[in-house]
């Protein structure tokens, strides 16, 4: 996409990795590829793909480096708790080739967290003390334990909650992009109808990429089109045409807020 | 896994990719993958990975020949519907080196379909009855537009209502492996203080093994512990024994059902 942007500056990209077999069990269901690509593209930062992988040390160790060789940017969730499944920290100072270490600030943490519970700070609980040698630390508003970032690689807990307080405290120090604007027009028709007036809109407005989502509900189904680009007005324009040619088409459409009423 | 599996016969492994930039750009949820993992445990086909990658022809067509010659079967959501960005076919065409056909029998289903609405089988829709050669069908009881399977990929749609009504005729033909035990201990406690209870029974069980999901409800929070294995006696004791454990700790702790209550 990059490649159409004069004058945008660099879109920093990112990845994805989802750690845990209680995934790809099904026992749970992943909520953190949603809610990070929601956050990501409110900062202007591009997704390019997303990992559900297990917990297993190799499978971490290469998807890490794979992935942080791809993506300016490595967001990992999951296994960084206190239990033997927890082998995420392993395999990430594996795979930057640096050995795990006591963190005296994580420690510190932790115990002061642990001195307001009825819990005891035991070994399997300072284990969530040890981080790769050369990481630094992302606080953890929630729960104390950290998570931490080595190299372009940000390491996050898989619970939604604290992920979430752990994402919000980062935000600010992440590398910003340019913002997308993003338009959906709904339009009261089945996306095969429309569809040679969305692909010629596209040809014609470059740097401009429209989507086309179709959605059923009881009574009717149509398409939900998003019109989406960096150029503001280009995009707009473009959003508006595709707007004019399904209704001249003999179809309703409308270019809609978020919430999904009229754009008047 | 499978290194411990005496007499089990090969557990089917199996992969998904989520074709979308709306899954990427955070407008749109993924539930496939979540309803397929599901799925795919209760006919004990191991998934060892999912991927949300985009829509980008290159990406597609990388992703399916890594995948499929990785595991046992692919499944892909997204991509195969009649507008100009559902390039799926196209690449998973080029995957496996075949051109794209027009498909006598998806282009008899499609006529059919829409000869009972007041829907144009348009230029557009004709694209969905194109399929890479040597592809078999695969049956949409809802919409028409049928998915296929080339080599040990089934291509589906990306709406999930149509994507699982496929799957549902699917599943009778896929290999079925052995069905995995999978026993939830629910305990009354934080999984720090019994990392080591659960260490030290996975160690004595071989072939079992125990995953550890903190939860936190309003005015308590605990730790479900899933006690997995292919042989069903060894998995069951392993469990009870996880339970006694924790109860010895001074914690409650029980086994329940699937729906959270406790299995007397």
Chains 1, 2 share one sequence.
């Not at 750690?19 to 929601?38: F, M, P, V, Y």
């Not at 600030?105 to 307001?116: D, G, Q, T, V």
């Not at 992302?138 to 104390?144: E, G, K, Q, R, T």
């Not at 089945?190 to 086309?212: F, M, P, W």
Request: aromatic share 6%; charged share 20%; proline share 5%.
């Amino acid at each position: 996409m990059s490649s159409y942007l004069l004058n945008a500056g660099p879109i920093p990209t990112a990845a994805i990795i989802v750690i845990g077999d209680e995934i790809l069990s099904g026992r749970t269901k992943d909520k953190n590829i949603g809610w990070l690509a929601d956050q990501l593209s409110a900062l202007g930062i591009q997704l390019g793909e997303a990992r559900v992988i297990a917990d297993k040390k190799n499978i971490i160790i290469d998807t890490v480096q794979i992935l942080s060789n791809a993506y300016d940017l490595v967001f990992t969730s999951g296994g960084i708790g206190p239990t033997h499944d927890d082998i995420t920290t392993a395999a990430v100072a594996a795979a930057f080739d640096v050995p795990v270490v006591r963190h005296p600030e994580a420690e510190r943490r932790l115990i002061a967290h642990y001195e307001n519970t009825d819990l005891e700070f035991n070994e399997a609980r300072q284990k969530m003390a040890n981080i790769p040698e050369t990481a630094t630390l992302i606080d953890n508003p929630l729960s104390a334990a950290p998570g931490y970032i080595i190299g372009n690689v940000y390491v996050l807990p898989g619970v939604p909650t604290i992920m979430q307080a752990m994402f919000e405290g980062l935000k600010g120090k992440l590398p910003g992009g340019v913002v997308m604007k993003r338009i959906t027009v709904q339009c009261s028709t089945g996306e095969g109808n429309i569809a040679k007036i969305l692909a010629d809109v596209e040809a014609q407005y470059h740097g401009v990429s429209i989507g086309s989502y179709p959605y059923m509900k009881p009574g009717h189904f149509g398409t939900a089109v998003v019109v989406s680009g960096l150029d503001d007005e280009l995009t707009t324009e473009a959003a508006k045409i595709v707007e004019r040619e399904v209704r001249a088409f003999g179809a309703d459409a409308n270019i809609v807020h978020a919430d999904g009423t009229i754009v008047k």
